[in-house]
């Protein structure tokens, strides 16, 4: 894709078609008295702060632009606590456990959803979040599934599970075997993953990122809630536990410190690592792959946790995340693309053009699109994924 004029067309690609605004119809010649509509409430004149200035944030690791919460203390005065989680799986254990000490939580749709539902995130303060504009409407259609009316999610950053490799290690173990034509086979198939256990497979140690690929990859929904199909995924991964090194949360250092030539990871984690590899010098290429079958497609939201302390410092977080150049930096420096259409214009050609970040228009209509477990599948996926984990 060429510079941010392509990034404006993906960004039309996931715009939903909008209706004709109609025309109006003609007064009559002498109408009756209507009663005026109600004015919409004024939004306020600035952020709006709790008493405390106080924000606690509690997000993925190596997922914020650098300086981006000490410029936010600067300018509002507030105090940022920001903890990280490795996994969903830990984030909704908190908050169903309550009690959280968090204002801002950042739970992928996979979760939000039933979070949602189950009274755990309060609705967004919309009237204090003027730079809600700045969204890409198709972008937010996208979250309707996972959250209604887009009354408690707020995109923070979107990207796909997918395979990622250092191809210099790659290309040696596999010696003169050529590459699959699809690269799931690189970690799902024996036939591959008996050579690269040699220089190392790493897997994202959590069952909601594992078992949905698993799935898709055996011909199975990718968001199934059927214990047999979990059996099924779980002995397709069976016959390759042997070869896998690692479960990892903390990808970005192993693929760039080379305890693993492939992985299943994180789009923009797997760039960040070939970013950080050059920085320390390493002359091996890291790259990003785009299955011919799909990679998985998700985003990141941030929320406000049902117990927050303070609401209005987290919609102020949120309204500041919101800013144009905030936006941007997410893409130029994290490498996950944003939902941020006013941002679009700012973004790095070299990050525009990238077609890992910003992926085209035909590769995207192959993603496995974001949907949601029960509670009794996540525990039977979990069951399975441990298993497999355990190599029983």
């Known amino acids: 894709m060429k510079k941010h004029v392509l990034v404006l067309a993906i960004s039309a690609m996931l715009l939903a078609a909008c209706g004709k605004k109609e025309e109006p119809v003609a007064a009559p010649a002498e109408p009756a008295p209507v009663a005026a509509a109600p004015a919409a409430p004024a939004a306020p004149a600035g952020p709006v702060y709790d008493d405390e200035k106080v924000l606690n944030i509690y997000n993925w690791p190596d997922y914020v632009p650098e300086g981006m919460i000490a410029a936010f203390e600067k300018e509002s005065g507030i105090k940022v606590n920001y903890d990280t ?24 749709t996979v979760f ?105 990859y055996i011909g199975k929904d990718a968001y199934s809630n059927d214990p047999a199909d979990y059996k099924a995924a779980g002995e397709m991964l069976g016959q390759v536990r042997k070869d896998v090194r690692l479960f990892s949360s903390t990808m970005i250092d192993d693929i760039a410190g080379g305890k693993a030539c492939a992985v299943i990871g994180w789009s923009g984690d797997i760039n960040i690592a070939a970013g950080r590899a050059k920085e320390n010098g390493s002359k091996d290429e890291i790259e990003a792959l785009l299955p011919i079958s799909g990679a998985l497609l998700f985003a990141d939201t941030m929320a406000v946790t049902k117990d927050a302390k303070h609401p209005n410092n987290a919609a102020a ?10 936006a941007a930096a997410m893409a130029n420096e994290m490498g996950y693309p944003t939902g941020n259409k006013a941002g679009l214009a700012q973004v790095k050609p070299e990050i525009a053009s990238n077609k890992t970040i910003f992926v085209e228009a035909d590769y995207f209509a192959k993603m496995i699109p974001p949907s949601s477990f029960t509670n009794e599948a996540r525990e039977a996926m979990a069951n399975v994924y441990n298993g497999f984990k355990k190599g029983k």
Request: aromatic letters at 10%; charged letters at 20%; one cysteine or more.
């Open 317 to 326: 977080f949120i309204d500041f995340f919101l800013r144009p150049e905030n």
């Open 85 to 108: 989680f490795e996994t969903n799986e830990a984030l909704h254990a908190k908050l169903v456990a309550g009690n959280t000490g968090y204002d801002i939580v950042v739970p992928g």
């Open 112 to 216: 939000a959803k039933g979070q949602i539902e189950g009274g755990l995130l309060q609705p967004l303060k919309k009237e204090q979040m003027p730079n809600l504009a700045n969204l890409d409407p198709g972008f937010m259609q996208t979250l309707v599934t996972a959250d209604p009316g887009n009354n408690h999610l707020v995109p923070w950053g979107w990207g796909f599970t997918t395979v990622g490799i250092n191809k210099t290690k790659v290309e040696k173990a596999l010696g003169g075997m050529a590459m699959p034509e699809n690269a799931w086979d690189l970690v799902f198939k024996p036939e591959y993953t008996s050579k690269l256990k040699s220089c190392g497979i790493a897997y994202l140690d959590s069952p909601t990122e594992i078992i949905p690929v698993a799935l898709h």
